[in-house]
């Protein structure tokens, strides 16, 4: 009822707003990684202490979810590979429930699921598990669900309930369960010293004072959704660990705003959508300051030239201004390896910003639910 909107119009809107405190509720006594963290109830509900054997046991990661859940997926990628060194497959749940694969009985499954209810990814896992792969690991939002109590291992995040069907705090949360996990996995393979270990956490504790700070970026986010409001079409560009972050960005832009959005790693342009690039089709641009920015910046030059108008997420550290065909809108400092989970921000609230500004029915759109609970 609008009694819990409390200031807000809409839930979606509350929920990009609970974001600090729903990472916070998701960090709470996360003093170290242990595999405590990722270890699943038994029948009796006895915690299970199963997961430093099944990490030390597994030599990839397969990932599998739908939706914002599978662009969680597409981060964590990244940081598994390059952090933990394990190799590591992302894929629709619907496409991977129907294909031949090649089993190999030592991959980790992990599901990600908002509401641990989804169709397809359950028949995803129950495939996987068919096919001999007995890890399986979720990271889910709901205690109760299916999913957990299918899969050996799980992460509950503490998003809270999420009654706007555009996810936002079940990503964030999702991307920080799934660091914890790629720490986790690192330890048990000798790839994370105490010191690193150190750093991570004090950066994870964090997050929630630097999210606020992206959170007061609204007003100028809402100047960006006046300009989006009266267009068609839109593409975002992100590369590395911050393209599914671009990916994420068009989803939610699609959702709740029925503007069409697709997103591209940025050398990609060169290979098709810069055909598309005019005056009328704003670029939105995911620009941390790390070391594939100057790749980017010569990125952003190309839709410059042919008259594109970039809306660009810059670093504080970076030097990055705004010009004539180039807006900018200043985010904290780099945020190293957790950067996705702040520049995600500002595009939740321009997609929300946006539809509202469209008139759209930002918590329920069209033909879209909560929860996909068939096929
Ligand atoms: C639906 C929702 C999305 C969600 C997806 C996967 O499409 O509208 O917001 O990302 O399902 O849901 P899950 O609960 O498995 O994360």
Redesign the pocket.
């Given at each position: 009822g609008a009694a819990e909107l409390g200031p807000y119009r809409h839930y979606m809107q509350k929920e990009i707003f609970e974001q600090p405190r729903a990472v916070a509720d998701t960090l709470e006594g996360v003093q170290a990684i242990v595999p405590e963290l990722f270890d699943g109830l038994d029948a009796e509900g006895n915690t299970q202490t199963a997961a430093w054997r099944v990490f030390k046991e597994i030599d990839s990661v397969l990932i599998l979810?739908?939706?914002?859940?599978?662009y969680s997926g597409c981060t964590a990628k990244y940081w598994i590979e390059a952090i933990a060194g394990i190799p590591c497959n992302v894929e629709v749940a619907s496409e991977y429930r129907y294909r031949t694969s090649v089993p190999n009985p030592r991959t980790l499954v992990v599901t990600?699921?908002?509401?641990?209810?989804?169709a397809d990814?359950l028949a995803a896992l129950r495939h996987a598990q068919s096919l001999g792969m007995t890890h399986t690991l979720t990271v889910c939002?709901v205690a109760t669900s299916a999913?957990v109590r299918e899969c050996e291992l799980a992460y509950i995040t503490r998003a809270g309930v999420e009654i706007g069907?555009?996810?936002t705090k079940?990503?964030t949360t999702q991307l920080l369960g799934l660091f914890l996990l790629t720490l986790a996995l690192a330890q048990s393979k000798d790839r994370l010293t105490p010191e690193q270990e150190a750093k991570y956490l004090a950066s994870m504790r964090h997050l929630p004072v630097a999210l606020q700070s992206v959170l007061a970026l609204e007003p100028q986010v809402i100047s960006w959704a006046e300009d989006f409001a009266s267009k068609e079409n839109a593409l975002f560009l992100g590369r590395g660990m911050h393209y599914p972050i671009a990916l994420e960005g068009a989803l939610k832009l699609k959702?709740i705003s029925y503007i069409h959005a697709e997103a591209y790693p940025a050398g990609e342009l060169k290979h098709g959508p810069l055909a598309l690039v005019t005056s009328s089709m704003p670029v939105v641009t995911v620009a941390p300051h790390d070391e594939l920015l100057e790749k980017l910046k010569s990125n952003m030059q190309e839709v410059r030239a042919r008259g594109g108008v970039l809306y660009v997420l810059a670093d504080g550290d970076s030097q990055i201004e705004s010009e004539e065909g180039m807006h900018v809108i200043r985010m904290p400092e780099h945020y190293g390896a957790l950067s996705p989970i702040l520049h995600v921000v500002p595009l939740q609230l321009l997609a929300y910003h946006t539809a509202v500004a469209r008139g759209t029915d930002v918590d329920k759109p069209r033909n879209?639910?909560?929860?996909?609970t068939v096929e």
């Open positions: 979810a739908c939706g914002t859940s599978y990600i699921s908002q509401s641990g209810e989804t990814t939002n999913m069907v555009a996810s079940a990503f959702e879209l639910a909560k929860s996909v």
